[in-house]
Every structure is written in structure tokens, then in C-alpha cells.
């Protein structure tokens, strides 16, 4: 199975060599895009050079959501079968990528993504995590799946999945969206324990307070299309959609 491997990146150039030079070590087979969203700091110049197989550079910042569906994009024209996420800033261990491409590969079809919750770990700052179990617990009702760390931008999307995808939010809201949208499609989650790494020194592009916001009033739109459904065909009591399973892989 072809895999490409999709890493947006605003002004990383501290950090994204590592990731590039992580993935190509831990997934040699592994195609690797960089999607430099308007970067001012030399973040293209050093994913090629630490080898990135191509890097897409936006003339000005879109977002990471414009950055993720450029790389979709890409990797879709080149025929993937899995694209893989992850992101540029060293947050994630590039070496749990073969083991989540593990899963990914023996369950055609699946999202695989990462959870960082479940292992020891270093520390997730408090509103993240508060952020990340508030998602999870309204995301849980409206999928029906016992599902954990819906936040984590580690993950393994089949083609098959994104080509049926239409990803309109903005921002780390798409990623909530994917999830949504794979569960309604009958694709199954499943989850793989991660490393999350919070580097000293080192602030993370996720805004607690305006992407926590932004994400809720998404999933408030969600719910509430959710319960207009259930009162219209009179099924308030029980789900209305096929089940999507989300298993544990260790």
C-alpha cells in the first residue's frame, strides 16, 4: 500500500528537519509532503533539505486546515492509499508512525489515529486537556464510540475515506470534522496509544480559548442537527446512524 505522509508546518524551521529525518528513518517506504502554510522563517528551505519528498509552499498563511486539504490533495494525485498526518513542530514521535501504518494497513478502511492519553506521557498542558476531554465526551454521545483523544493530529486517513470527504472547516476544526464525517460514513476509528512530546520553551499553534471555542460551536452545530434528526424520525432513544466501532491497538 502506498502511504504519504502529510505535515503542515507554519514557521518550523527549528524543528521540522527532525520530523522529516523521523519519518524517513521510522518509515523508509513512506512518501513525505511538507505544506509550508506561509511560512516566513525558512521552514521550506529546511524540510528539503532534511529530505522531504516535496514540499508545498502557500504564499500566505491559510491555516491548518488549508494546509491539510492542500496535502490531501497531494497525496490523492499520487495515487496514496493511506495518508498519514502529522505535525511539524516535534509534538509528535515520528516513530509511532510504522505502528499506527501497522493498524492502518490491516484494517483497510480504518481512521487510525493517535491517543495520547493512555500512556505515560509528558505532560498536556491543562486547558489542552481539558479542551481535549470536553471534545471527546460530546463527540462520544454523537458518534455512539467510546472514542479518546479526538484532538490528536496523529493519524493514518485511508484514501478511500478522504475521497469521499468534504472538509469545510476552518482550522484545527477540521480534524473534529474528519472524525464526524468518517463515523457517519461507517469508516471505524481505532486507536493506537501515542508519545506526546511538549517541548520546553516550545508554545503550541493550538489556542486554548479561540480553537476550544471554535470547535465547540461546531460540535454545538452537530448536536443540534443531530437531535433535529432524532425528533424527525422519532428516534431520540437510539442512534440513528450504523455504529462506528473504535478499537485500542497497542
Known amino acids: 500500500m502506498r502511504t504519504v505522509a502529510v505535515v503542515p508546518a507554519y514557521d518550523e524551521a527549528p524543528t521540522i528537519g527532525a520530523v522529516v529525518r523521523g519519518v524517513r528513518a521510522a518509515c523508509p517506504e513512506v512518501t513525505v509532503v511538507v505544506v509550508d502554510d506561509g511560512s516566513t522563517d525558512g521552514t521550506a528551505r529546511a524540510a528539503a533539505a ?65 491517543d495520547r492519553l493512555g500512556v505515560a506521557n509528558d505532560p498536556i498542558p491543562g486547558p489542552r486537556l481539558r479542551a481535549i476531554r470536553a471534545a471527546d465526551r460530546v463527540l462520544r454521545w454523537l458518534l455512539d464510540v467510546p472514542l479518546r483523544d479526538s484532538q490528536c493530529g496523529l493519524r493514518c486517513y485511508p484514501a478511500t475515506l478522504l475521497r469521499r470527504l468534504a472538509l469545510r472547516e476552518a482550522g484545527f476544526v477540521v480534524e473534529t470534522e474528519a472524525l464526524v464525517g468518517a463515523a457517519r460514513l461507517g469508516h471505524p476509528l481505532v486507536s493506537v496509544p501515542v508519545r506526546a512530546i511538549y517541548p520546553s520553551g516550545r508554545a503550541s499553534r493550538f489556542r486554548a480559548v479561540g480553537d476550544t471555542a471554535r470547535i465547540g460551536w461546531y460540535l454545538t452545530r452537530a448536536v443540534i442537527r443531530e437531535m433535529g434528526h432524532r425528533l424527525l424520525h422519532g428516534t431520540v432513544a437510539r442512534r440513528v446512524r450504523p455504529r462506528a466501532a473504535v478499537r485500542e491497538a497497542s
Request: positive net charge.
Open 50 to 114: 532534511a529530505g522531504a519528498d516535496r514540499v508545498l509552499r502557500s504564499p500566505r498563511r491559510g491555516g491548518k486546515a488549508a494546509a491539510l486539504r492542500a496535502g490531501f490533495d497531494a497525496a490523492l494525485a499520487a495515487r496514496a492509499d493511506v495518508v498519514a498526518t502529522l505535525d511539524g513542530d516535534g509534538q509528535h514521535d515520528p516513530a509511532d508512525l510504522s505502528r499506527l501504518l501497522a493498524v492502518a494497513h490491516a484494517l483497510p478502511g480504518a481512521l487510525v489515529l493517535g
